[in-house]
């Protein structure tokens, strides 16, 4: 119940194109979903987060999709660049208690 | 640059030893958190520490130990180490303490082999 699944576990996407990472959690209690963004030799670093009393958060070409019912939220990054290659990790957790991480998402975008 | 240092960057040593990894928070946070992040298991939280206390507890081992000094750096100690520990350990830092889902800003992390 305390985990979250995340898919794929490697993506790769052509410059231009429209990169999409998905999520998905068991507890209901959850109600702050973060993304986290990561580049090699670095510590991950807050790119944009959600809470579940809206569906949709975007933040220029990061967009979070969040569906109640489903359980399930993704990230967007629309007109995806070479400097967006980075590992991405979608986050979930509940008020006064730990952030749960997804396994990470390794994102190429090709030139 | 998040403003969070963590020393050293990369540590190398062998089984059965003890090691100590340290964080400096951004100035001004009051929490330090510490994870590690391996392949298998991705990113876990280990321990929270919110003005030289312990504020919450994650899935940290008991040879595990961690404090947070008054200058509010914080040492993460592992001991009799095993192979299974060679990840990277990570330290965050936040302004407050009761709330996890206040922005956290992660160091460089500290990259620990053990041969």
């Known amino acids: 119940q305390q985990q979250v699944k995340q898919s794929p576990q490697s993506l790769i996407v052509q410059k231009g194109g429209i990169s999409i990472i998905n999520c998905a959690y068991e507890?209901?209690?959850?109600?702050?979903f973060p993304w986290y963004q990561q580049f090699p030799g670095k510590g991950p670093a807050l790119l944009i987060a959600?809470?579940?009393?809206?569906s949709e958060k975007k933040e220029g070409r990061f967009t979070i999709s969040f569906n109640k019912s489903a359980k399930q939220f993704s990230l967007h990054i629309m007109d995806s660049q070479p400097g967006d290659s980075a590992t991405y990790f979608c986050?979930?957790?509940?008020?006064?208690?730990?952030?749960?991480f997804g396994k990470g998402t390794r994102l190429h975008i090709l030139p | 640059d998040s403003g969070v240092t963590q020393t050293p960057k990369h540590l190398i040593t062998a089984t059965g030893q003890r090691v100590t990894l340290r964080c400096s928070p951004r100035?001004?946070?009051?929490?330090v958190y510490w994870y590690q992040q391996s392949l298998d298991q991705g990113l876990q939280f280990l321990i929270q520490?919110?003005?030289?206390?312990?504020?919450a507890k994650g899935n940290i081992l008991e040879r595990f130990s961690a404090q947070q000094f008054p200058d509010l750096h914080s040492e993460l100690n592992l001991s009799s180490l095993e192979l299974g520990d060679s990840a990277l350990y990570f330290c965050?830092?936040?302004?407050?303490?009761?709330?996890?889902?206040?922005?956290?800003?992660f160091g460089p992390g500290t990259r620990l082999l053990v041969l």
């Open positions: 520490y919110y003005n030289g206390e312990e504020r």
């Open positions: 100035s001004g946070d009051l929490s």
């Open positions: 965050a830092s936040s302004v407050g303490g009761t709330d996890h889902q206040e922005t956290q800003y």
């Open positions: 507890n209901t209690a959850f109600d702050y």
């Open positions: 986050a979930a957790s509940r008020l006064d208690d730990k952030i749960i």
């Open positions: 959600i809470r579940p009393d809206v």
